[in-house]
């Protein structure tokens, strides 16, 4: 299973990186008269309602998904981490202040909260991602708190400041580094997270508008012929379940 998680990633980066090598045709052209067939041969994920093949538009569609994603834990890993550093080594007000502001984050439902920053922010690709990763920022905060917490009671850590080391360098050289393990463990879960929350939103209609290809408005546009054309809805869902279930794979390893 662990090779088949990093192949899933891997694929999914190549479709992302040089779709061409993948398919031939073009993902916003269709013929009317390939409409809604079924997959074969010629169309590995069959066509859609204006005949667009499908397959070539989930390929081109895994540049928004993937983008979206990890700018998504981009803006998560790198507020969340910073402020769980501050939190956790300056202890005091500072400390109960940060953590009392991430448990109220914490205690807003992800999908709302991102909806709400959406509203602030507009719809697009671009602002759907960083509303996924500021919903994110109280769960890299708390983990990354309590790891400097650990870490900063260590006997190497007394003796940097010991021998005359700044605060600002010993965080940098010994505590931050020795911390980001299981932070970096929470991005490859928060990943796959990410893309599920960007696909949910994208098919709520707040992502890439059409007719640009992005994995949840594909599931939307094929809900409406779900009962005759199934694999409209059907192949672009496998495709972001797998990438989801990869990313939490490779979590547990990384961990």
Do not use: C
Request: a neutral charge; zero cysteines; aromatic letters at 8%.
């Amino acid at each position: 299973m662990r090779w088949l998680s990093w192949a899933v990633i891997a694929l999914v980066v190549l479709w992302a990186a040089v779709p061409s090598l993948f398919t031939g045709y073009d993902p916003l052209a269709g013929v009317p008269a390939e409409k809604l067939r079924e997959p074969s041969a010629a169309h590995l994920f069959g066509t859609d309602a204006v005949g667009r093949d499908l397959f070539a538009r989930v390929v081109h569609g895994s540049v928004q998904s993937l983008s979206g994603a990890l700018v998504a834990v981009g803006v998560g890993l790198l507020l969340g981490t910073l402020l769980g550093l501050v939190a956790g080594s300056v202890r005091g007000v500072v400390d109960e202040t940060v953590m009392r502001i991430m448990d109220v984050l914490l205690s807003v439902p992800g999908l709302l909260l991102a909806l709400t920053m959406i509203i602030l922010l507009g719809p697009g690709t671009v602002n759907v991602a960083i509303a996924v990763g500021v919903g994110s920022v109280a769960s890299f905060a708390r983990l990354a708190r309590a790891e400097v917490v650990r870490v900063r009671r260590a006997d190497y850590v007394e003796a940097a400041f010991g021998s005359g080391g700044t605060f600002a360098g010993v965080l940098v050289r010994h505590v931050l580094p020795n911390s980001l393990g299981p932070v970096i463990a929470l991005s490859a879960l928060q990943f796959g997270v990410a893309i599920l929350a960007i696909s949910t939103l994208g098919f709520l209609g707040y992502g890439a508008e059409p007719p640009t290809p992005e994995w949840g408005l594909l599931i939307a546009e094929g809900r409406n012929y779900l009962a005759t054309s199934w694999w409209l809805t059907t192949l672009p869902g496998a495709v972001v379940v797998a990438v989801v279930l990869a990313a939490g794979r490779i979590s547990k390893e990384i961990r």
